[in-house]
């Protein structure tokens, strides 16, 4: 559930990497999955061999919707 809580820690999440910026170890595809982790509470798996990466974050949004690369609930 979204409530005033995960908004903060979203927020807090988003200050974060304004403040710190991407890196070759956070790359946008850490920045996605840690917000999402901040606002719904779900990890989503990022990475292969330790290193975060977009096409892993996609094979993590379709596990956690259920083989599906998008949900609506």
Partial sequence: M???AAEANLKAVIA???KDGWTMSKPCSSFAADAWKAA???GL???YSGQSN???LVEGIKNA???KP???K
Wanted: aromatic share 14%; hydrophobic share 20%; glycine share 10%.
């Fill in 2 to 4: 979204f409530d005033d």
């Fill in 16 to 18: 974060r990497y304004e």
């Fill in 40 to 42: 719904t509470g779900e």
């Fill in 45 to 47: 798996h990022h990475t």
């Fill in 54 to 56: 977009p096409t892993s």
């Fill in 65 to 67: 919707n259920h083989g």
């Fill in 70 to 72: 998008f949900a609506i």
